[in-house]
């Protein structure tokens, strides 16, 4: 809306003028003042007197989405999957309470669901969801990339699909302050099998099976079978109808589960600032002891709402710091648990420490951890819905995500800042290991570990793993296991392989981040992004804490089931 309102050269000279944060705010104000706008015009024009009814029946709200308005339903955990689920229920409760016979398939696609209804069928289904439509704000569209998508509240709507093979039918979900909406893409498709002698014929290609017998028995299971497949801390009671086949578990299937590790620490607190400062001194680099690298900007709050939003998969939580719980944490929250360094440490003389390398060796000590972990600096989000099967192999073997970045060639050298010092000490182990040469970095992304492996690399370099571990400040003889070393180690001793996510990293400090933020909120077509700041001293946290608090909270609206409530 920004951009219809105001011409190129206005754009320009606003950015000129005015700082991203500023633009932002009024991007909002026009979106919103246009929303508002077009909510009057529409409940004063005549034709609209049937929306004007579902929006009293639904409690549905006016958005704009695709540069149209729309209307959509809040939901005060929106995320994906719960799109999914309510699109799926309303479709199989639309079909149960016309006495129309459906089942549920896997689709190729995870992102949205199916069911499959007889070609028989197909006149009476569409009518059901017709006239469901009357209290619903349900769209229909041919496909969640390309087709037009029409008003489910208009009967000639469905009369456009009255032969189609395949029609996918939705509702806008939005969040209670109407920042994001969730369309089309999350959508339930209604899939219409061709009966062929005695079996049904699917018209598409699905995970499962082309055809099945047309007369068998349906099987009741949650919905989160088809909704979240991969698992979900937010169990609902609904159940949906599928066959047998349907609930089969593909080699591909990753089916262990999977915790996520954070490294925390809040760089303002005088207990821990008076602890550093007892123990800081000389370091070998300048940035080993940079005040960036403890500053918070609340990037951990942002990024458990990334992963309760992306990842309803994993399983739990472990925030390990130095006894330290940030203020708006709820502790007593399901699935979240915060460790102390005192509880993973193997010599608890070593303690306090300030390194991360030194924290890093000893997570695959937390107890009651799972076999596979993922670890997250809390500056590191998730930007889209990802699956375990992003991260893990169904056997159990880890992925990782070369960069392009190089570790300097040559032997360690007094100017070598901590990671180059780090990743060239991996090198050496690797190379006196196995034999070859690492120069590539790894990417700031969830690191996909197991603990078997990490044991075994205690126990393999363990010289160089307890030398890491009793260096309070990040030291030149460091290495850095979940990070960089334990994807070599994995990847020759063949229990990890190359992965490949949309990712993009963002240095803070960079003059030309907050453009580019702005554009990464506008599409949001990232599954990972860093925002890392390691550079920036005390002069200016205020600029970076202002320019990642006002993106994240931005990015992601709603809160977590992890916080506290305001």
Same mark, same amino acid.
């Given at each position: 809306m920004y951009r219809k309102v105001l011409p190129v050269q206005g754009r320009k000279a606003i950015a000129r003028r005015f700082s991203p944060a500023q633009r932002r705010r009024v991007k909002q104000?026009? $979106? &919103?003042a246009s929303a508002a706008l077009q909510a009057v015009q529409m409940r004063s024009?005549? @034709?609209?007197?049937? %929306? !004007?009814? +579902?929006? &009293?029946? #639904? $409690?549905a709200t006016v958005v704009t989405a695709e540069g149209r308005l729309r209307l959509a339903l809040p939901q005060p955990q929106l995320s994906p999957e719960t799109a999914r689920r309510a699109n799926l229920a309303f479709v199989t409760e639309a079909l149960s309470g016309a006495g129309i016979d459906y089942f549920c398939i896997r689709r190729q696609d995870r992102s949205a669901?199916? +069911?499959? +209804? =007889?070609?028989? /069928? !197909?006149?009476? &289904?569409?009518?059901?969801?017709s006239a469901r439509c009357g209290s619903h704000p349900g769209y229909l569209t041919a496909s969640a990339e390309s087709g037009r998508v029409l008003a489910g509240s208009r009967s000639a709507s469905w009369q456009r699909f009255s032969h189609a093979d395949v029609v996918r039918v939705f509702a806008y979900h939005t969040d209670p302050g109407r920042q994001l909406v969730l369309g089309a893409e999350h959508g339930c498709d209604i899939e219409f099998w061709a009966a062929e002698g005695d079996r049904l014929t699917a018209p598409r290609r699905n995970s499962i099976a082309e055809s099945v017998p047309a007369v068998a028995g349906a099987v009741e299971v949650p919905v989160e079978t088809f909704t979240a497949r991969y698992g979900t801390r937010d169990r609902a009671l609904l159940t949906v109808r599928t !066959?047998?086949?349907f609930t089969t578990v593909l080699p591909r299937d990753v089916t262990f589960p999977v915790d996520a590790v954070y490294t925390w620490v809040d760089g303002s607190d005088p207990a821990w600032l008076e602890r550093r400062s007892r123990f800081s001194g000389a370091t070998y680099h300048a940035e080993a002891a940079n005040a960036a690298r403890y500053a918070d900007h609340d990037e951990l709050r942002y990024s458990l709402r990334s992963l309760d939003m992306y990842a309803p998969w994993i399983r739990t939580i472990y925030i390990v710091t130095d006894d330290q719980t940030p203020a708006w944490l709820d502790t007593s929250a399901p699935g979240i648990k915060v460790v102390s360094h005192r509880d993973i440490f193997s010599d608890p003389g070593v303690l306090p *420490?300030?390194? =991360? %390398?030194a924290i890093e060796s000893q997570l695959h000590h937390i107890d009651g951890l799972s076999e596979h972990f993922l670890y997250f600096n809390d500056d590191v989000f998730l930007g889209s819905e990802t699956a375990p099967g992003d991260f893990f192999v169904a056997n159990g073997l880890t992925r990782f995500f070369p960069s392009p970045a190089l570790v300097p060639l040559g032997p360690l050298s007094a100017d070598d800042v901590p990671v180059a010092a780090a990743g060239k000490n991996n090198r050496t182990l690797i190379?006196? !290991? @196995? $034999?070859? *040469?690492?120069? &590539?970095k790894m990417r700031h992304m969830p690191h996909?570990? #197991?603990r078997s492996v990490l044991d075994e690399i205690e126990t393999e370099f363990a010289e160089q793993h307890a030398t890491t571990a009793s260096h309070r400040?990040?030291? #030149?003889? /460091?290495?850095?296991?979940? =990070?960089s070393l334990y994807h070599y180690h994995a990847f020759h001793t063949r229990r990890a392989v190359p992965g490949d996510l949309r990712y993009v990293y963002r240095d803070v400090a960079h003059p030309h981040t907050p453009s580019q933020l702005d554009r990464l909120l506008r599409d949001r077509d990232k599954d990972v992004f860093c925002l890392n700041d390691t550079t920036s001293d005390e002069a200016d946290f205020a600029r970076s804490d202002r320019l990642i608090r006002t993106f994240l909270e931005a990015y992601f609206p709603v809160a977590s089931r992890f916080e506290r409530a305001r």
């Open positions: 104000r026009i $979106g &919103a024009s005549a @034709f609209t007197a049937t %929306h !004007r009814a +579902v929006i &009293a029946r #639904s $409690g669901t199916a +069911v499959a +209804v =007889s070609q028989a /069928d !197909r006149s009476a &289904a569409l009518l059901a969801l !066959r047998e086949e *420490t300030f390194n =991360s %390398h190379q006196q !290991r @196995f $034999g070859t *040469t690492p120069v &590539a996909a570990l #197991s400040f990040r030291s #030149s003889d /460091d290495i850095a296991i979940p =990070s």
